[in-house]
């Protein structure tokens, strides 16, 4: 579960720094003062919309993210309760695969 709360964290970052660059292109919209040009207009617009756009998959995607990972962390929790042995073979052996990796790159 440790594995799952860490990734959940790193994704609320992620999702965090999208949301705070969105914030900011929002806030270079409403305080900018070349507002005149036709073409400024024609940016300011598309980048409206690319901003709402975004903001809209932001949400699916959390949305989705979210699912997924409740989906594992359940399914897990069934194979686990279903396969203590194999569990513990499997966690043994990523273990050690991993303890192999750290000591080669020491070297």
Do not use: H
């Amino acid at each position: 579960m440790e594995i799952l709360e860490n990734a959940g964290r790193s994704g609320s970052k992620i999702m965090g720094s999208l949301k705070s660059i969105i914030s900011d292109a929002e806030k270079v919209l409403e305080n900018s003062t070349a507002q005149g040009s036709e073409s400024y207009q024609n940016a300011k617009k598309k980048l409206e919309s690319t901003i709402s756009d975004a903001k809209f998959v932001l949400r699916e995607l959390n949305d989705v993210v979210v699912t997924k990972a409740k989906d594992a962390a359940v399914c897990t929790a069934e194979f686990a309760k279903e396969n203590p042995w194999k569990t513990v073979g499997i966690v043994a052996a990523v273990s050690v695969l991993v303890g192999v990796l750290i000591a080669r790159s020491r070297k």
